[in-house]
Structures are given as structure tokens and as C-alpha cells.
């Protein structure tokens, strides 16, 4: 629950300005501006993400750290698995989402 | 930027491990307890009590919500689960939470449609995506995800989205705070405060503690080098006699916290009169209720909850261990009847829980000359 994950901006959604792709470590999923509308976060700028909402604006170099962390944490492939996760993409059948992970 | 696996500037940790050890006055025994989970397991996975002089203690706080939830909360939310054409959405910390009938993952394995969602905005999702079925979110965590619960809560009632509500148990992290100072049993010397819950907090909530309470409160970032540096700053403000808040994690944290987050919050949550937390019993205004503008996408106001209350396992001393009365390894329980493989008590589920970790990283390792006699 606790994860902050960083992301950079890759771009803002010109039709929803509330959602932006982000990139995590070459993984690309949408999530949402919301609760940075006070500090207008643009393409470049890296966040920190909670549950699919970028919390905070932080510079590049508190990004690399926080990968840092979450590597010394054990916590890589959970951060990754949570991104990839993030169903705001199209996915395939999306009325199953959720459903993938439960089966094995 | 990818991943590395080494720790950052050794020289320095090793220097604030020096520092910690000039500060700690020998004929004093400090108490500091770390309240979030992410801090007690970056503590365990780190090993930094091998770093700390034997009379600086740290003590384990209650920042861990899945471990907090009390039994009954997850079987009120299992018993809509089985209702028909019915989505259980929820982390995946939640699914192998026991409740009285079995976790998520069995009530699945049983017919019932549960899922996981990595996010709030997902579960608002599989609704949309979903529009014969209703689709509850089990919400969970401190203030760093209500305001996601409560954006989505907003975007729901926007959309006029009918077959979507929200099973609220968010809790709030100063109420469970005063509750652990104002216990009897417990002497702390000061707190190293959560780093992600003041993102959106700020720093100003705990000036109580320091000003009423005269206790330091040092808000840490997550690396070994913050958590070390948070308590040499704790120290030296034992040492000088002060009790003050103070930041550790500014390149992160904002002292009035992230504002459109608390705005957020405001619109949807409410404070509960009283909550159960587990381990710690009944707090009052320690958590969030969706506000009766919010009534129909409140899972509790839209359908009949059982309000089940189900106390602990007796031999399990989850209580004790959450106030940092007992250590994990003192419960009757740890390692033998409660696992990481099959928990009996919360704090043994989670991977923040204290019981967990110390299973994980301390009762794991091999036994050497040196720790052997420590066991």
C-alpha cells in the first residue's frame, strides 16, 4: 500500500488533463494529476506515485534514489508489478481485469 | 535510470552510526518508535539495529494499515462479496488477510468474484467496464491513499456511476499516536514521524506531541542514511533538552503537505466518532467515514453490514507487540502457530507488519557464535 514509486512525465493527455503517461524504468502506464493540480506538473517533471496518483513533484536525483530504496527494500518487482498493473490502459479484456493474477 | 543494488555513501552511514553512538548518553535507555510501516521494514531489511547502541531502542508503531484492520471489518466486507453479480475489489495486501470464513484469495477460490486493483482509479474502472455488476472497493490505508479514494469517490458521483461503492476504512495516524502515548504501559522518548502520510499532512499535525507531550518528532525518508540521520537529529534534541518537529525529509515533504490532497479529503471523508483498531481497541475520531453527500457510493449507507466484531486469537499477542510492549519474537505464537505462510495474526501478513519483518530478516538468519547468545 505504502510503495511511492517514481515516474517521469512523458506527456499529459490533451483530452483528460488530469491523467499522464509516465515512465517507470521503460514502463509506461497512465496515472493520475489530480493531486498535483496546485503545482501544474508537465512533461519532464518526475513524481512520486501512490495507488496510480502522482503525490508529490520531486527533482531527478530524489528519483534515482527513491529506485534506490525500493531496490535495497526488496521491493522492485512489486513496485513494477503495481505499475504494470495500473489498468488505465486499454487492456485487452477489461472486464477481466483483476482477474489475471488471482489465477496461478 | 535502473535499478542498483548497493547502498548509498556507506562512509556516511557508518559515520551516523559513530554520531548515534557519541550522542546516546550511557546511563539513559531510549525508547524511539518509528509509526510507519515502510520505516520497521526498511529497519529489519537493513539491519540497522546492529548499528544502534544497545540503549537506543526502537519501537515498532501501528503505521501498518492492513495489520491495524480489525477481523470484523474484512468479514462485513466478505459477507457483500457473496451477494450476486458482486465485484470485491481491493489491494493486493488485502488478499490473504484472514477474516473468520478465510481470506479474499479463498472467498475467490470459492466462486466468489474478488479482485485485485492496483489503484482506486481501476476499481472506479472495472464498474465502468462492468455495468450489470456492482463493484465495491475495499479501501484500505493512512492519509497517503484515502485522497486517491476520495478523488475517485468524487469522479464516481460526477459520472453519476451507480454500480460502484467504497467500503471505507481509512484511519488517520495522529489519533493512533495519542493513543499510544496517553497508554499506561508505554514510555517513549521520542518518534520518528512517517514520511509518506506527511506528504499530505505536513509537519504542523504533530506539534502537539512536541509541545504538550515534550516529545521530539523527526519526519524521515525511507534510506538507511535518512532513518539513521532522523535519529541522531532525535538524539540531539533529547540531549539539549528540546522537544520540537522537525523535517528529515524536505526533498520530499512539504510542511503544509499537499493541499489539494487535504481538499480532496474534506469533500468526501468525515472523522468517525470511535474505531476499532486492532491491537490498540477503540479510538475516537481515528478514521474516515464517507460524508452522507457521498451516501450512495458508501458501501456501509447502501447495504446492510453486518458490523461483525471479532476479537483476536488469545494466545496471539498482536496487541502487546503493535505498542511495543512485547517484541515480535516473544509473542506464544511467533514462528511456530503464526507464519508469513499462514498468519494468525495481522502483523505477521503484511511485509510492513512487525512481525513479518522480524520473521523475515532476524529469525532467518543463521546463527553465528556472536548472535547465538542473543537468542
Not at chain 1, 7 to 23: F, K, M, S, W, Y
Not at chain 1, 47 to 52: D, E, F, P, T, W
Request: proline share 6%; charged share 25%.
Amino acid at each position: 500500500v505504502c510503495l511511492a514509486i517514481p515516474g517521469r512525465i512523458v506527456e499529459v493527455d490533451p483530452q483528460n488533463t488530469h491523467l499522464a503517461v509516465v515512465d517507470v524504468v521503460g514502463v509506461r502506464r497512465k496515472v493520475d494529476l489530480a493531486l498535483l493540480q496546485d503545482e501544474h506538473p508537465g512533461p519532464g517533471d518526475w513524481v512520486l506515485i501512490h495507488v496510480g496518483f502522482a503525490m508529490s513533484k520531486i527533482s531527478e536525483a530524489d528519483a534515482i534514489e527513491q529506485m534506490q530504496t525500493l531496490t535495497m527494500l526488496g521491493e522492485t518487482a512489486a513496485a513494477m508489478e503495481e505499475v504494470r498493473g495500473y489498468g488505465l490502459e486499454n487492456l485487452e479484456n477489461e472486464a477481466d481485469y483483476g482477474s489475471r493474477e488471482l489465477k496461478q | 535510470m535502473k535499478f542498483v543494488d548497493e547502498f548509498r555513501a556507506p562512509e556516511l552511514i557508518a559515520k551516523a552510526g559513530e554520531e548515534i553512538r557519541k550522542l546516546a548518553d550511557p546511563a539513559r535507555h531510549y525508547r524511539i518508535m518509528e509509526v510507519c510501516g515502510g520505516h520497521t521494514h526498511a529497519i529489519y531489511r537493513f539491519g540497522l539495529k546492529d548499528l544502534l547502541p544497545s540503549n537506543v531502542e526502537l519501537i515498532h508503531g501501528p503505521g501498518c494499515p492492513v495489520c491495524v484492520l480489525p477481523m470484523g471489518r474484512i468479514d462485513d466486507g466478505l459477507s457483500l462479496a457473496a451477494e450476486p453479480n458482486f465485484i470485491f475489489a481491493a489491494f493486493g495486501d488485502m488478499m490473504r488477510v484472514p477474516g473468520t470464513h478465510g481470506s479474499p484469495l479463498e472467498y475467490k477460490a470459492r466462486g466468489m468474484d474478488v479482485r485485485i486493483v492496483y489503484s482506486p482509479a481501476d476499481a472506479l474502472k472495472l464498474a465502468r467496464n462492468n455495468p450489470d455488476k456492482h463493484v465495491m472497493f475495499f479501501a484500505i490505508g493512512f492519509e497517503t491513499t484515502a485522497p486517491s479514494t476520495a478523488v475517485t469517490l468524487m469522479r464516481a458521483k460526477a459520472e453519476g456511476l451507480r454500480n460502484f461503492s467504497v467500503f471505507c476504512n481509512h484511519v488517520t495516524v495522529i489519533p493512533a499516536i495519542r493513543a499510544i502515548l496517553d497508554s499506561p504501559d508505554m514510555r517513549l522518548d521520542g518518534f520518528v514521524g512517517p514520511g509518506h502520510v506527511s506528504t499530505v499532512i505536513g509537519c504542523r499535525p504533530y506539534d502537539w506531541i512536541a509541545q504538550d507531550e515534550g516529545k521530539p518528532v523527526v519526519v524521515s525518508g525511507f534510506e538507511p542514511l535518512d532513518i539513521l540521520q532522523s535519529i541522531v537529529m532525535l538524539l540531539r534534541q533529547l540531549r539539549d533538552g528540546e522537544a520540537k518537529v522537525e523535517n528529515q525529509y524536505k526533498r520530499v515533504v512539504p510542511w503544509e503537505g499537499n493541499r489539494a490532497a487535504l481538499r480532496a479529503m474534506g469533500e468526501v471523508f468525515e472523522l468517525r466518532p470511535y474505531f476499532e483498531w486492532r491491537g490498540l481497541g477503540f479510538i475516537s475520531q481515528s478514521a474516515l467515514k464517507i460524508r452522507s453527500s457521498y451516501a450512495e457510493w458508501d458501501s456501509e449507507q447502501r447495504f446492510a453490514v453486518p458490523g461483525v466484531r471479532v476479537t483476536d486469537p488469545k494466545a496471539a499477542q498482536c496487541g502487546e507487540v503493535l505498542k511495543g510492549v512485547l517484541k515480535p519474537e516473544q509473542c506464544k505464537l511467533f514462528g511456530r502457530e503464526c507464519t508469513p505462510e499462514q498468519p494468525v495474526g495481522a502483523l505477521m501478513v503484511s511485509s510492513e507488519g512487525s512481525c513479518a519483518a522480524y520473521y523475515n530478516y532476524e529469525h532467518r538468519k543463521p546463527v553465528t557464535i556472536e548472535n547465538a547468545a542473543a537468542r
